[in-house]
């Protein structure tokens, strides 16, 4: 079984993305779009997963778990998150 980190995109004014652990380890589940729920400091956000990857720059006994998977198919369609990373880019905003 090989293990893979989420890079998912929060809420917050930082413009960077996090990466966490997945739930299930099974990669055919999880696609770029789908929102999650996943604990920040003392809070639950919500998130959306931008890509899966199978190393991270944090020490993966320092990666946290997402609480859940709230969607079967993504959410957020590949064209629109597409643009919505290039306006990021562009604008220089999170």
């Known amino acids: ?9 929060l809420p917050v004014p ?14 055919e589940i999880w696609h770029p779009g789908m929102r999650v729920e996943v604990p920040f400091g003392q809070q639950t956000l919500i ?5 899966t990857r199978e190393t991270s720059d944090v020490p993966s006994h320092q990666l946290r778990t997402i609480y859940a998977l709230l969607d079967e198919n993504p959410t957020i369609d590949q064209h629109i998150l597409k643009l919505c990373l290039w306006a990021s880019q562009y604008y220089h905003y999170p």
């Open 1 to 9: 079984m090989t293990e893979f980190v989420l890079n998912i995109a």
């Open 14 to 27: 930082m413009r960077k993305t996090f990466d966490y652990r997945p739930l299930d380890t099974q990669l």
């Open 47 to 51: 998130g959306v997963v931008l890509n």
